[in-house]
């Protein structure tokens, strides 16, 4: 098997190292990742300019190209043109924060998955539930792993990727994988408005998660609770019901 | 009805205008919009630099405010920070080039409509089927309004968003609303491979696209035969079917 690897932290983050070095117990790995963090760039596509790729060597081998920009670039930009044989699965990670809810909207990681997706590659995206870098990433790759060898016998259709978050325990904490559905937590958003020394106004974005989902049959309630949330995120996007009952006027 | 209205052409495109101008028809209109061209870049948000708020005059009076960032961005901090009062309804165009099929998931004016859904407000996107900028938008303008002044009697779920595609087409020649779903076109990407003035490698995404939805049920399909298509996206991602039937091993 051979496993295309890419995530949003860029290519120097701990979480995509730790991951690379699971995945080589299941297959051959191959890495095309940001040669810089890109938080919350979404679904962003480089179009205006071009993208360069550099060889990154760590512990005194390949490890893999650095490009200036987005995970999904990085995905095309690894499939079309540097990889130099065909990739079976795409795994996107490990981020550092989890990627739940609605959160999945806003998320590089999974986008990268959804780029794959698109692709034709089957795709996991892989988070663990820690913004501090310093946080140890092997329990979260050696899971990552463990779906990525069972992968083809979970017989996922062509239009659906696996979301993992992994919680920030160790692994005897851990209960084990828990099938999920996205649950409904978001943001209650809001701008600190402030004066810059010029006297000119700017505004930061701020505000806090509202974490209401309990239920651990939603990703981020099953997370909270200890398991390894993996959902099923499909890219289907028409309203059916609706379809059949909506009259407009002309 | 108040409505916010945004894009991802920026601010000074024709498209913004015509839309604001056919909107003052249907209620009071406030604009919060990129400063600049957006393209491709998804659900972006801004979160590791400040936002600026210009005001913008056209015609002699407040047009509205140019954000130095995405759609996403523009959306909340409309509804944040800018908005001195609520609004009812969001519009996002008109788009110039369509955004049918796949490339739903690229689209910034797709992802304004989106992040305004997520804050609780019904929203619409607009495009034109016409990447020229000197293509009248008046036509397409005018059926946004129509599909905005009858927002509130369709009874659109709250999680769902109308994807407004219209036909480059003089206005006896379209042939009115058609509710569609989703279609499958997307691109054959390619990377063209460059040598820069100092003979270092670069890279420009290119590729074509491939068009072929055909069936007047899909939104690309209903654009292409002269429909106004109209479809209702969702963003509902768990692919509830194979909840059922996965089995993940430990």
Known sequence: ??????????????????????????????????????????????VS?????????????????????????????????????????LVSGINHGSNTSKNILYSGTVSAATEGMMMGLPAIAVSLDSLDYRTDCTVAAEYAARIAAQYFDLQIPSDTILNLNVP?????????????????????????????????????LSGHYNSIDNDIDTDEGAMKAGYV??????????????????????
Chains 1, 2 share one sequence.
């Not at 099938?179 to 505004?203: N, V």
Request: charged share 25%.
């Open 1 to 46: 098997m051979h496993i295309l690897v890419t995530n949003d932290d860029g290519i120097d983050s701990p979480g995509i190292y730790a991951l690379v070095h699971a995945l080589r117990g299941v297959g051959k790995v191959s890495v095309v990742a940001p040669d810089r963090q890109q938080s919350a760039v979404g679904h962003a596509l480089t």
């Open 49 to 89: 300019s071009p993208l360069r790729a550099t060889k990154i060597r760590r512990d005194g081998e390949m490890f893999g190209y650095a490009i200036n920009g987005t995970p999904a670039d990085c995905v095309k930009i690894g499939i079309c043109a540097l990889l130099e044989e065909k990739a079976d699965l």
């Open 168 to 204: 920030a325990l160790a692994k005897d904490q851990i209960k084990g994988f828990r099938l999920t559905r996205q649950g409904t937590s978001g943001w209650e958003d809001a701008y600190e408005r402030r004066k810059d020394p010029m006297g000119r106004e700017y505004f930061w």
């Open 229 to 250: 949330s993996v959902t099923p995120v499909r890219y289907q996007l028409t309203n059916e019901d609706i379809l059949r009952t909506i009259h407009l006027k002309e």
